[in-house]
């Protein structure tokens, strides 16, 4: 299976914890009361900022102005993007494409565990860990000599928990902190400097099915919004929509494997592992990075 393109150019410069919180803070804000239109002082206001600082810290995250990037958490542009998303799909399979593609950096590409090694949960294994900043929050990045196994978002409250039930998955595996080298794949991901064309590769456990679930995920581009019964059918399992929201709660990789572009055919976000917040943030970082990519390329061409 080719490896799929992805596309990771994020301003790295505002990524700690603190404006990850106040960003969110600001966006769940802002979509709970994007009918009533608040101005810029109120959303300030509701993240402790002046309006210049609060306008000036989420520009440079967004790359757009908080007024502007309202217009992507709303239920009627998450159902344009699920029509945009399922046409872009079908021409991907009819030219024969192994993803549809916009500007990118960055190759995945999944590796199932055999189930031998699922089974035995762990052992003989080596995985390497380390705690990095994003911007999108504080994240656990873990890899075996083959692969990522884990990237899990983190909240000031639950960093504890998760790093416990992170061992509990590999209760048999050698597990050692390994800041350098999940550093370097932090930096790979997030950063748009590193070197490209060189596949991140994933190496994860699960049942086939939330293989399968996983690997079509891959397909999603960038930007892109799926529903939960689209996705089904494109596997070619139709009534199995309820399964595959099940298989999505279990993704054991975020963001490299975008469960965060599933939604609720009536254009609700629906569910998130790593919280209701982090998925409208993503969803609308990337919408928003897309706008950002079609007007340098209209100006290129001009």
Not at 3 to 18: K, W
Request: with cysteine; glycine share 8%.
């Amino acid at each position: 299976m080719k490896p799929v393109q992805m596309n990771f150019l994020i301003e790295t410069s505002t990524s700690d914890a603190e404006t990850y919180e106040r960003i969110a803070q600001a966006i769940a804000f802002m979509r709970q009361n994007h009918l009533n239109q608040p101005d810029l002082a109120t959303i300030a206001q509701q993240v402790h900022l002046s309006e210049y600082h609060f306008q000036r810290l989420f520009t440079r995250w967004a790359g757009i102005s908080p007024k502007h990037f309202v217009q992507y958490l709303t239920v009627e542009y998450a159902k344009s993007k699920i029509a945009e998303t399922a046409n872009l799909l079908d021409l991907t399979a009819e030219v024969g494409l192994s993803s549809p593609g916009r500007l990118h950096d960055l190759f995945v590409k999944l590796e199932a565990m055999s189930p031998g090694e699922f089974k035995a949960g762990g052992i003989g294994l080596q995985i390497g860990y380390g705690i990095h900043p994003t911007p999108f929050g504080d994240c656990l990045i873990a890899t075996t000599p083959r692969g990522i196994c884990n990237l899990h978002f983190l909240d000031i409250t639950s960093k504890d928990a998760v790093e416990q039930a992170f061992r509990l998955e590999w209760a048999n595996a050698d597990i050692r902190q390994d800041q350098q080298a999940t550093q370097e794949i932090c930096d790979r991901i997030f950063e748009p400097s590193t070197t490209k064309n060189k596949p991140l590769v994933l190496h994860v456990k699960g049942t086939n099915f939330q293989i399968q679930v996983w690997r079509a995920l891959l397909s999603v581009p960038f930007g892109g919004i799926t529903t939960y019964q689209g996705l089904a059918a494109g596997m070619g399992r139709p009534t199995a929509a309820r399964a595959v929201g099940n298989a999505l709660g279990s993704n054991p990789v975020a963001y490299l494997i975008p469960c965060h572009r599933v939604i609720r055919e009536s254009g609700e976000f629906g569910g998130f592992r790593w919280g209701l917040e982090r998925k409208t943030v993503l969803l609308g970082w990337e919408a928003s990075r897309n706008q950002n990519q079609n007007q340098n390329r209209e100006q290129d061409l001009t």
